[in-house]
């Protein structure tokens, strides 16, 4: 029965594994799709959705997700009687205590990443922000460096100058841009200049609102109807993101490996989706959109292709990193190249993405420089352990004599000496005891009276 279970264990870790990549590669993909979707559609009402609504829902979808897993594991090595007042006082005290207020400036950096993210993804097609957003690796390779002393060899070196080449071919200037067509088209756009002529165009231009025609808001009713594409504020939002996520993740780890205890993986992300509603909520709601969001409402502009992202990102970060520590060390590798082709494709197929040479070579740079970058086939150390099996442990040669059917190592120990005193007619062994214990090295002399221990007895010899 005990062989049977484990051979369904197993059994299930590996589906695990094999399928974890497929998981990683439709989370990728249809994340950067339906976001860059819900920013270019025809909107609701006329009016777009703020990103600092959708990155505070995303954090409040991760932290309810993340919550409940937790407060599962922790009844789970509860006694069945405890309250759930208990469990909550339980997983209130392992997720504020020791180090946690440490994981704030990664929490901080994560939710500032998330909104670089919506900037970016409203001004690059889902193909370019994603073999852009590649150049975490290279930011998150240079901050090991300084912050955790990681030691670098040349080949990983030349991997990364071959994605910066990618990405610059990628992102180099075309005289066929979308941000040159979006504009021409804008430019030789008939606005309608009264009620009658606005009577007319409705059908064709229904997003536009009657205030345009008394100029007020023109600017913002084109952008909202027909958004157009700044490629350099999505290349520096892109960069943005890249710098504020590796920065997260390199600090993250510093953060487990100085923390005293182990922590759950879910505990950890409780502690994260918590700090990270504080800036999402009072930097990005109340700050920066305070006057929209009073004006207008929290959920203004919002329809299934927002609800289906904020979905996506909170169910795919807390699932990135689970099944990471369950699959192959190369399957977040296959997963991300996977993810770059399906992106380019989905990009030609529903938004008209036109590819060039260019593209298609960077891109290719690209995906060779990240899945080679953490290859573990091209590491020679002799030292490097493979898999995920720990060190041999090195036993002792005392302790092996400890747990063998000899003697006591302290007994046996040819280095050790003891001294027997002699014995005289008041320390007698006849009928005294002590309540001193013998030496641990020595064998206890029975309280009984020896035959030629005495020292009468050698008196009595002697005569």
Known sequence: MGEHTREQSSGLGGVLKRSSWVLLTIQYTAFVLLLHYSRVMPPTGGKRYLTSTAVFLNEVAKLAISLTVALYEVSRSAPPSMPATSLLSLLTSAVFSGDSWKLAIPASLYTLANSLQYIALSNLQAASFQVTYQLKLLVGSVFGLVLLKRAMPLRKWGFLMLLLVGVYLVQMPDGTTDEISLEHEAVHHSFPRSFEEWKAVTGKRANLHKRSATYEGIEEDLLTAMPRLNSTVGLLATIGACIASGLAGVYFEKVLKDSAKTTSLWVRNV??????????????????????????????????????????????GIATSFCISHAYKDARNVATAISIVLSTLGSVWLFGFELTGNFILGTFAVLVATFLYEDSSLDSSPTKSHGIRPPPIRIERFEKEAKSDETSPVAGSQNEFSIKLPSTPFLSQAGLSSSRPTSPGVARISSARAASGGYFDKQSRDE
């Open 271 to 316: 502690q994260l989706s918590v700090y990270s509603l504080f800036p999402a909520l009072f930097i990005g709601v109340v700050f920066l959109d305070g006057e929209k969001v009073a004006a207008n409402g929290f959920f203004e502009g919002y329809n299934w292709a927002v609800w289906s992202t904020i979905v996506i990102q909170a169910i795919g």
